[in-house]
T-cell receptor, first 114, second 112 residues
């Protein structure tokens, strides 16, 4: 099955700086890569996703890049704000349509220092 | 997402007891999932169902069973609870495309 590794487990950045979280996956057939944000005591919520036919996707201050050859993808958050503090999970799924559900990384606790 | 609900939200039980966690959704999605979240381990898939007649084991199904009573309802049972099943449990749904998943609010379970 798929295996997803996520780094770092904890990331502390100054407010206004950028944050980068990296994930690698093992199965080259995986074709969908979402990122979820989980605030303290809340449920995970999708913030951005990318499919294997796209190299980069951006939505305001967040962006995701995918390198299929190296089997890794990254989340980039620019101009970080206090509300960005949360745990972020990357995930990968195999076709068709996530047949076996999502395989999640172990999460990154992002801390925004004022 | 208010369209996916879980009951109970918190539960304390004793070792050996049978308990059931319930999930309901009004999103009209065919696919439903149960995940377990432990600190530092992320979200791990327990069981998933693509329709009422389709049930599949996930990564960590031992000690758990499920029932898909209707398209909108998917229950997770612990036949004989043990302390290492103490965790936060999430139900999730997705449409037939199966990609974007919508999570319920979670059930915090403590097994003494």
């Amino acid at each position: 099955g798929e295996n997803v590794e996520q780094h770092p487990s904890t990331l502390s950045v100054q407010e206004g700086d950028s944050a980068v979280i990296k994930c690698t996956y093992s199965d080259s057939a995986s074709n969908y890569f979402p990122w979820y944000k989980q605030e303290l005591g809340k449920r995970p919520q999708l913030i951005i996703d990318i499919r294997s036919n796209v190299g980069e996707k951006k939505d305001q201050r967040i962006a995701v890049t995918l390198n299929k050859t190296a089997k890794h993808f990254s989340l980039h958050i620019t101009e970080t704000q206090p509300e960005d503090s949360a745990v972020y999970f990357c995930a990968a799924s195999l076709p068709p349509g996530g047949a076996d559900g999502l395989t999640f990384g172990k999460g990154t606790h992002l801390i925004i220092q004022p | 997402d208010a369209d996916v609900t879980q009951t109970p939200r918190n539960r304390i039980t004793k070792t050996g007891k049978r308990i059931m966690l319930e999930c309901s959704q009004t999103k009209g999605h065919d696919r439903m999932y149960w995940y377990r979240q432990d600190p530092g381990l992320g979200l791990r898939l327990i069981y998933y169902s693509f329709d009422v007649k389709d049930i599949n084991k996930g990564e960590i199904s031992d000690g758990y069973s499920v029932s898909r009573q209707a398209q909108a309802k998917f229950s997770l049972s612990l036949e004989s609870a043990i302390p290492n099943q103490t965790a936060l449990y999430f139900c999730a749904t997705s449409d037939a495309g199966g990609e974007t998943q919508y999570f319920g609010p979670g059930t915090r379970l403590l097994v003494l």
